[in-house]
T-cell receptor, first 109, second 113 residues
Framework: AQRVTQPEKLLSVFKGAPVELKCNYSYSGSPELFWYVQYSRQRLQLLLRHISRESIKGFTADLNKGETSFHLKKPFAQEEDSAMYYCALSGNRDDKIIFGKGTRLHILP | EAQVTQNPRYLITVTGKKLTVTCSQNMNHEYMSWYRQDPGLGLRQIYYSMNVEVTDKGDVPEGYKVSRKEKRNFPLILESPSPNQTSLYFC????????????FGPGTRLTVT
């Protein structure tokens, strides 16, 4: 079954500390993985995708096919990083995008 | 500007009164989708459409209808809204071919009393 799992509903991190938001997936094939971010009272927007291998706002994510994970990382958290983060998967067998349940990141001053 | 628009942005209605939330995109995307977002449950897909006149159920389709008569529009219809449909609704679109980014609308906050 296709599935995206984000084990943490809420993650609280002190400003300046490293951040890691976990994402594991289940998919038989070669999916593309995404991270979307939703700031307070705003629409979801793409943060990064594994194909582009970019670093956006200091965030990076590496696709680990062996562990079927796509964890989101940032070395030094900033207060403006407080938001809801969704991991998502797009498969090559159909056009659906599957979202995880999301992790709320709260940066403590 | 490439965008997905939704209307209305906020709606308070009563149980049983039919309503439609419109969604429009100007990017010529084939794929469009509706989600509802509820605290603790994340995003759940209601319906999606891979092209004109092609729609399919998502994870939580009960109580909703959609139509796709034109490529740019994908309205969400609640024939007889109930309080458990109080939620934040997002429309989204993406190109069908390849691994395209999904663009989201600004959201519609619906309250059913």
């Amino acid at each position: 079954a296709q599935r995206v799992t984000q084990p943490e509903k809420l993650l609280s991190v002190f400003k300046g500390a490293p951040v890691e938001l976990k994402c594991n997936y289940s998919y038989s094939g070669s999916p593309e993985l995404f991270w979307y971010v939703q700031y307070s009272r705003q629409r979801l927007q793409l943060l990064l995708r594994h194909i582009s291998r970019e670093s956006i706002k200091g965030f990076t994510a590496d696709l680990n096919k062996g562990e079927t994970s796509f964890h989101l990382k940032k070395p030094f958290a900033q207060e403006e990083d407080s938001a809801m983060y969704y991991c998502a998967l797009s498969g090559n067998r159909d056009d659906k995008i599957i979202f995880g349940k999301g992790t709320r990141l709260h940066i403590l001053p | 500007e490439a965008q997905v628009t939704q209307n209305p942005r906020y709606l308070i209605t009563v149980t049983g009164k039919k309503l439609t939330v419109t969604c429009s995109q100007n990017m010529n995307h084939e794929y469009m989708s509706w989600y509802r977002q509820d605290p603790g449950l994340g995003l759940r897909q209601i319906y999606y459409s891979m092209n004109v006149e092609v729609t399919d159920k998502g994870d939580v389709p009960e109580g909703y209808k959609v139509s796709r008569k034109e490529k740019r529009n994908f309205p969400l219809i609640l024939e007889s809204p109930s309080p458990n449909q109080t939620s934040l609704y997002f429309c989204a679109s993406r190109p069908r071919t390849g691994f395209g980014e999904q663009y989201f609308g600004p959201g519609t906050r619906l309250t059913v009393t």
